[in-house]
């Protein structure tokens, strides 16, 4: 059985100042914009001031966005 991961906003987007790399080179404003129109997944809520992103949604947005680059 998979165990279930988490990915936060800057574990997605990155982070500079933190040197966190990422996954796909957005910035928080476009991230956003397509989880609002639908381009991208909506998020997860953990708390009630915490969301988060399936990693198996991500993984999919990265093969969905790579097979739209070919």
Do not use: C, N, Q
């Not at 500079?16 to 609002?36: H, L």
């Not at 947005?61 to 070919?70: I, S």
Request: charged content about 30%.
């Amino acid at each position: 059985m998979m165990e279930t991961r988490f990915y936060r906003l800057v574990d997605i987007i990155g982070d500079r100042k933190r040197e966190i790399p990422a996954i796909i080179p957005v910035s928080a404003r476009t991230w956003f914009r397509g989880v609002a129109d639908g381009r991208f997944p909506k998020p997860i809520k953990l708390t009630p001031h915490t969301v988060g992103w399936l990693s198996t949604d991500i993984e999919r947005l990265m093969d969905r966005l790579m097979a739209e680059a070919k």
